[in-house]
């Protein structure tokens, strides 16, 4: 079969390349597919024949960089599963007549079946750690800290408040804390939804992070319909200082710093 293919080379990438184009959409040229489906087709025929051992393990290696480019390119997971399992029908129109062939592409069909889901997983993997870098991305933007006035940051909460994220926002705003000199933090949770047990429990845990650096937190945003829900759930705040908007927890901040802000 490794024959048969050195033979045919040129049909078969002839055909693979008709059935693969019609999938790309313009999303890469005719040459660059053929080049790279020329270097794939080398190393099946080099995997088929076993005249280098190393080829089978370089076939899996570059099917995995295909996937992970693939993923990256916007490509479906079907459209990915399909530039493998192509081939089996691109060599099975030249096999259909050679009757004494159908033994050998019987096990070239099982070769490509397991290149194919190789791919697929490779695939998936790749799909899976893109979404995560995108997941740690949004979760940063989400979580910004800044500079309201000299010796005073601001921390505006945006989306639900989990114990990661609830991490993260501590880790930041004691970073800021301590890079900016301040001795003030305004943590706003205007944008926050709903504020249960576990939500409160992880503002109080940042406030008390932020004493132990000598800093004082004001929280503010808390909407009528959440003072309801915090007062029903029997949540205490106990002395931190609650503001209903940013700017009331900014002129509370301010006063606290022994400052005031009047018309020029």
Known sequence: MADFLGTNQAKVLDRWCEIISATMRGRMSQDELRSELADLYS??????????????SELRTALVGL??????????????????????????????????????YLAFSRMIDDLGLHTFEAYALTREEI??????????????????WDGIIGVPLVGTLDSARAQLVMEKMLEAL??????????????????????????????????????????????????HTIVSLGIEFGDIATKATLADALAHALAVAGLKVVPA
């Not at 190393?43 to 089978?56: N, Q, R, T």
């Not at 979404?131 to 309201?148: F, G």
């Open 67 to 104: 996937s992970r480019s693939r993923a990256r390119s916007g490509f479906s997971p079907g459209e990915t599963a399909l530039a493998v399992f192509s081939l089996k029908e691109a060599v099975y129109e030249l096999v259909a007549g050679a009757a004494e062939l159908v033994p050998e």
């Open 178 to 227: 301590v890079s900016t000199g301040s001795s003030h933090a305004v943590i706003d949770i205007t944008g926050v939804p709903t504020v249960d047990t576990e939500v409160a429990q992880h503002l109080l845990k940042t406030v008390m992070a932020a004493r132990l650096l000598g800093a004082q937190c004001t929280i503010c945003g808390i909407r009528p319909q959440i003072a």
């Open 43 to 56: 190393l099946v025929i080099s995997a088929m024949s076993k005249a280098d051992e190393a080829a089978a």
């Open 131 to 148: 979404i995560r870098q995108q997941s740690d991305a949004m979760l940063e933007l989400s979580t910004p800290v800044v500079q309201l």
